[in-house]
């Protein structure tokens, strides 16, 4: 009994051990753990500073790199407006230019036709001023030398007219224009400005007249209505001449045929009539001897050709003396040396010949006694 009491005393006490033992156990266990937790705890907590630094970090990147992207896509959209800014400013600046210079309407017509046509016209053109400046020559080389020098200029006035006409109904056929209503057209208007310019029509048909009658030539000293000078050019609606003192006149060819011309060119010898005067008092047989002496101080006179030897005789009685005219033939070209040398042979004459006194104007004052205040 002792011996199951002893046995069961022993059990019992290393019952207790064993559980001490345990308890120990799980408490030293229980102590592992909760240092391991706190372990744990602690680097888990590390871990999500950490985590949370990177966190940020990564947040931030993420910010830049939006605001970044932002900021590329607000520059790429500053330069797309500016771009766009700037093609509308180029767009509208081409578009005033093609305004201004046509360019559109032009380019209407630049087609590749167009253009062949164009070159076409060019080439015929080219060809046809090679022609009409043949045709001038040849005609310059065999009629000028037929025909007077403002004839020939009227021939080459013509050809150049017709030349013009052509090319301009071929350009016009080129491009496509109907002749038929522009020659109509061209007759109205033709009739009217007829009715309008009447004059100019009345200068264009005297000027046929003039050259066909072949009245004057360039070079030749006319004189129409008063007015004289040498003629520089013959045209279809007036004839121009240069006076003596060098001054342009424009005549118009209706005036030269409604009234009278004198040309002074016509003839190589000319004649002039020479008014000279003497007093009453000389012998007027002896005057008239003397006066018929002048010619033979003339050198440029003619004096030996029975068809125009000088003439003189008197003309008339005026109120200073008697008037003789002295008629002369010369060389036209010695008008002007004619005109010294038979004044200065009649003022010679007179002084050394006592039997001739030139007549001038005087005055006889007779005096009367007032016999009433004698």
Request: proline share 2%; with cysteine.
């Amino acid at each position: 009994m002792k011996f199951i009491k002893r046995l069961s005393t022993a059990f019992f006490m290393l019952f207790a051990l064993s559980s001490y033992v345990f308890a120990q156990s799980d408490i030293s266990s229980s102590v592992d753990e909760s240092q391991t937790g706190l372990q744990t705890s602690e680097i888990s907590t590390e871990d999500a500073v950490k985590q949370d630094e990177e966190k940020y970090k990564n947040q931030l990147a993420q910010k830049k790199i939006v605001d970044l992207a932002i900021n590329e896509k607000e520059s790429q959209h500053i330069g797309e407006n500016i771009a766009d800014t700037a093609k509308e400013v180029i767009q509208d600046t081409a578009d005033k230019t093609r305004k201004i210079f046509g360019l559109d309407y032009i380019g209407k017509f630049l087609t590749i036709d167009k253009l062949q046509d164009f070159l076409t016209t060019i080439l015929a053109l080219v060809i046809f001023y090679i022609f009409f400046k043949i045709l001038k020559k040849v005609l310059q080389k065999n009629i000028s030398p037929k025909v007077e020098p403002h004839t020939m200029g009227l021939i080459n006035k013509i050809v150049s007219y017709v030349f013009y006409i052509i090319m301009a109904a071929y350009i016009l056929g080129l491009f496509g224009i109907e002749l038929k209503g522009l020659w109509g057209a061209a007759g109205v208007a033709g009739l009217a400005i007829g009715f309008a310019a009447q004059t100019s029509v009345s200068n264009l048909i005297s000027g046929l007249f003039v050259l066909t009658e072949k009245t004057m030539k360039i070079g030749d000293f006319i004189e129409v209505d008063g007015v004289s000078g040498t003629v520089d050019e013959i045209g279809l609606l007036s004839v121009k001449i240069h006076t003596l003192d060098n001054q342009l006149i424009r005549i118009p060819n209706s005036t030269i045929i409604n009234t009278k011309l004198m040309n002074y060119a016509t003839y190589d010898l000319r004649r002039f009539s020479f008014l000279l005067s003497v007093s009453y008092e000389n012998d007027l047989e002896k005057a008239l001897e003397m006066i018929q002496k002048i010619p033979e101080m003339c050198p440029s006179v003619i004096k030996n050709d029975p068809d125009h030897a000088p003439v003189a005789v008197y003309s008339g009685l005026a109120d200073t003396g008697i008037d003789i005219n002295l008629n002369v033939w010369f060389n036209r070209k010695d008008l002007v040396t004619v005109k010294n040398e038979v004044f200065i042979a009649y003022t010679k004459l007179c002084r050394e010949t006592p039997d001739l006194d030139c007549a001038y104007k005087r005055i006889d004052v007779s005096i009367l006694n007032d016999k009433t205040n004698a």
